[in-house]
């Protein structure tokens, strides 16, 4: 269908598909059933849609970056048009098409459960229990 292969980085995987041909350079098209097992996204009527969550995707979007007559998809448009960072080498043969910031956020807060918080409680203990106070000392942390 296409000359070479491209490479695409997106949640957590990589996954490797056949160049699509008669398509700019300067984006990403793959065949739409193939844009789940990139992304973990899939294209419905409503938008695109992720486990139960559905982005709504207007109709001068689809028009432009959906092809159903030849069942591809321009994941790198609808990426950006989704607000998330797409990237690619030189060549275009390798594409990062990355998380949104709030998912990273998210991800990131989730990092701090309980242990995180509670560390510098237990820090003062562990500080204490070494003869380390509120005075000087020569204890080190």
Known sequence: MG????????AGRRTSFDRIANRPADQLWIRTGDLERATGWT???????????????????????????????????????????VLHDASRSVWMLGDAATDQRNRLMSLHGPIARGSPRVGRRARAARGCGARPSPCRA
Do not use: F, K, M, Y
Not at 3 to 10: A, E, F, P, Y
């Open 3 to 10: 000359t070479g292969s491209v490479d695409v980085l997106s």
């Open 43 to 85: 294209l419905q009527p409503e938008g695109l849609c992720r486990d139960d969550a559905c982005v709504i995707t207007t109709p001068s979007v689809r028009e432009r970056l959906v092809d159903p007559q030849h069942d591809v998809v321009c994941a790198s448009g609808l990426w950006e048009s989704l607000g998330r960072p």
